[in-house]
Each structure stands twice: as structure tokens, then as C-alpha cells.
């Protein structure tokens, strides 16, 4: 069998990353709880600048040097009042990072460990730095939890607008369903003010596996050994043997060898379908959650055991919803998860233990996600995107003032032309919004009529989202 697991688009080296137009500058990220580098990645494709990187894990700090440029150091970031400072010095334009999230409980039960104080700690670093932009990741149940609770209070205080929601990563560029909170800051907005540019960002359907499995691939080659018992398959990751009879085809006589690339590969499919074609792959599920997944459908969220083979007890008590048996599904290596997570074939991850790899793979946030999230603050920090003006505004104009629909056609229009005067900025001061507007009009040269009438549309959308409450 000769599966692959191919390079997702855009995603064949970890070097390669969005060139800015002439005349733009890069901004400079700050990155915490850095792990093995997916966010990292993600944002230097996007078109980011990484100039600094933490982690506490010696191993993780290894591979992120080795793949993404010697600038991750060790740190125990709990020490604030050591590393604060040289954040600072180092002037970012953006922090961002995914704080530990193993110790926050479910929804409701506000029991949560030590390591869910550094949600706090996040929100100390990015006070004390004061950069433009952050952002933060985290799981879905850390938005309902007392540290972000003081998180956001902290960042509130600080004169951050909040945009907080929770994605699914198979929206954006990856095959699995990993549900994330998102919360992206931004100096001086009203919250919610990149809400509509994420959502509008997300692909219509989820991400199937099968953009990583695809079955007309291959990641092995058959090399004819010159001599019986010798190896004959082999990765075309991998340096090949001296080219002899290569394109002889493999025989059906030929008996795997132990060093074969693929031998884990033939051994756990051994009892599936006599042309060894992939019906489903199996996943580790928890408790009485689903282990077998179709090509066609994202994988479930990848966690450090998700390689692991099924068990006797789910083999004797299959998921009623599995698309084939467990025993012929195909077995996950360690390349397959860090593929479904993001990072690119020729990642690095040499060097460690391989328990330390799983859960840097599991713990890694996905960096197809994080690019398609970063060039959608990199848009709006270029004015090339900007907020919604929500339906509802309409209806509200239409009650309230007795507007015809041409006029509240007009209205709105007049409101998305001030946004776009702004750069895409939703200002939350309004004596910073009205003299950023102004400016903007000298620079135009609109006439006074036409200025009038963006700034009463504008007066009275802000008046609907204070009655809105947004």
C-alpha cells in the first residue's frame, strides 16, 4: 500500500512566507508558550516578522530554532517581572500566543489548576509591552473560565478593543474539527471589531482529511534490492539507493522487509481489503466518542495519544457510527499528525523523544489557522479590510427614523465610506474617531456637503450600537 500524506497547499516549506507590497513593513511578533513553532509558522507565512520566542521546554525551543531561525529562547514566563522587560526593549508591534490549557475544567465549574494562571500571565506581558495587536489561543471552555475573566479585564483596562470567538480549524486550512477560542486585540477598537473579517475568512465547508490522505498519491518507492533479504522500500523523504533497477515494478513475491519505509504501514493494514486501499483511519478516541474516520471527513481534534492502535476493549465494542472496522483501518504515524496539524513534510523534529514530539504536535496550534488568522489582522492594520455594517442597523434606522429603503441604503453606504476613510479602523474614542475623520477629509478634499452627511450617518450608527449594546 502507498499512501501519502501530502504537503498541503502552501505548505512545502516553513522558510517561504508572504512578501509586504513596496513601502510596507513587516510587523515585528513577539511569541509566547511558543511550543514547536505552528503559530510561528502560520504568521510568517502570513507576512509577519518573528523576532522573539518563548517556551519552557527545552526540546520544543530545539525545533522551533532548527525550522523557523535561531530566536526561541527557554524561559519560565511565570517570571514577569525578568522577561517583561526585554519584551519591551524589543518593541513588538504584536504578542501572541496559546497559554496552557490543560487545567481548565468544563463550562460552569470554575475549578481550575495553576497552569490556567497563565492566561493571566499572557494578559500581564501584553499590558506591559503595550504592543498595536494580539492574539491569543486557547481551548473553546478557557472563554467561560475566572482567568480569562481577569485576562480580559486587565486588557479592557488597557485600552483594548476584543474580538473573541470560537473557530473551527477545519474552517481554515486544516483537516481536523479543533475547536479554538480566538481573542485578537487591538488598541484603541470597540470590541468585536474584526469579528466579521474571521467569519467571513472561514471556507464554506470544513477541511477533509483527504486533502492530506489523498489516495492517488505516493510517499514510497520500490527500489529492486540487488541481493535477497535486503530492504526494498523506501521514503521519498529519504535518500534512495544507488539507482539500478528501480522502475522494476515491486513483485507480488516480495516479502517486507523491517527497515522498509512503509513496514508499520503494510503491518497495521495486513487484515484490510485485498487492494489495500484506505477506508477509513483510526483515531484514539476518549471515551465513548468515535475512533474510525472516512478520507472525506476533517479528523477529530489531534491530542498527544491519537496514534495510538485500538484497543481490544473498542475493537470488541466498535462505535456504531465507524465507516469500517477498526482492525482495517489504517494506524496514524507520528508524520500523518503533524501533518493534520499544520506543519510541512520536511519539518524538523529530530533530536526528541518521541512521547515529547506527540505532544508538541497535539499542543501546536495549526498553521494553516494561524496564517489565515494573521492575514486577516495584517488586512486590517493595511486598510484593506473593514467592519461590518450589520442588517440590523437598517431595521433599526427604518423603526426609529422612518426611513425609506433607498435611505437606509444611503445611510449605510455613507457609514462604510467613513470606515473606509478611517483605514478600516473602529475607533472606540469618539474625539479620536471624529479627528481621524477630519484628517482623512483634508486629505480627500471632500466637499462640506458630502462630509456632513458622513458624519450625521456615522453619529447615528454609533447611537444604534450603544442602544445595541455593541
Known sequence: MFLDAAVLDGASSATESAEPEIGQRRLRVVELYAGAGGMGLGLRRAGFELV????????????????LGYHAVVADL????SIAPEICKLRPDMIVGGPPCQDFSPAGARVEGERANHTRTFALYVCAAAPAWFMMENVQRARNSSAWADAREMLKNA?????QLVVNA???GVPQKRQRLIVVGCRGERDGFLLGSIQHAAAPEPMSLRAVFDDRLGDHVYNHP??????GVWSVDSPSPTIRNARRPQPATYEPHPNDSNYEMVAASATSSPSNEVTGLYFRPYHDARGVYSLDEPAPSIVRTSR?????????????????PAMSAYILTQRDTSLIQGFPVDWDWSGCLSRDIDQMIANAVPAPMAAALGKEILRRERGE???DVPGNFGQWLAKKRGMSPQMMANVKWRVKRARELLGGRDLQCRGAEAHALEAAFEQEGLPGGKRSEIRRALRQFREWQEQAGS
Open 226 to 231: 540487488r541481493t535477497p533479504g535486503r530492504r
Open 52 to 67: 522573539r520566542a518563548y517556551d519552557h521546554m527545552q526540546c520544543a525551543v530545539d525545533v522551533y530554532n532548527r525550522n
Open 308 to 324: 495510538e492502535r485500538p484497543r481490544s476493549s473498542y475493537i470488541a465494542c466498535p462505535h456504531p457510527d465507524d465507516p469500517t
Open 159 to 163: 485600552g483594548y478593543g476584543l474580538t
Open 78 to 81: 511565570g517570571n514577569v517581572a
Open 385 to 387: 479590510s473593514y467592519p
Open 170 to 172: 477545519a474552517r481554515y
